[in-house]
Nanobody, 114 residues
């Protein structure tokens, strides 16, 4: 069974940066995505990366600020987040994209105070 462990979240001031990591075990990572869920809102896709890493896609609200990357040798996916805004506050998760696995990690909290 796949296990996903996200880390790197923190409280950061507006305009700051964070780098999230997602380590997978139990299976090799394939096409992957970072998702986020803010309080009272549905989980949404933030960014995705193809299996080989050549193709990336971003939601409009993070385009130009966030960068997704991967290290297949370490079975790990990253999300570099720059120019953070209060509206980026959420729990961030990684999972397969499209068609997420049924098992989600615990996520990592990113808080950007207003």
């Amino acid at each position: 069974q796949v296990q996903l462990v996200e880390s790197g979240g923190d409280l950061v001031q507006p305009g700051g940066s964070l780098k999230l990591s997602c380590a997978a075990s139990g299976t090799s990572i394939v096409a992957m995505g970072w998702y986020r869920q803010a309080p009272g809102k549905q989980r949404e896709l933030v960014a995705r990366i193809s299996n080989g890493g050549r193709t990336t896609n971003y939601a409009d609200f993070v385009k130009g600020r966030f960068t997704i990357s991967r290290d297949n040798a370490k079975n790990t996916v990253f999300l570099q987040m720059n120019s953070l805004k209060p509206e980026d506050t959420a729990v961030y998760y990684c999972n397969k994209s499209p068609s997420p696995w049924a098992s989600w990690g615990q996520g990592t909290q990113v808080t950007v105070p207003s």
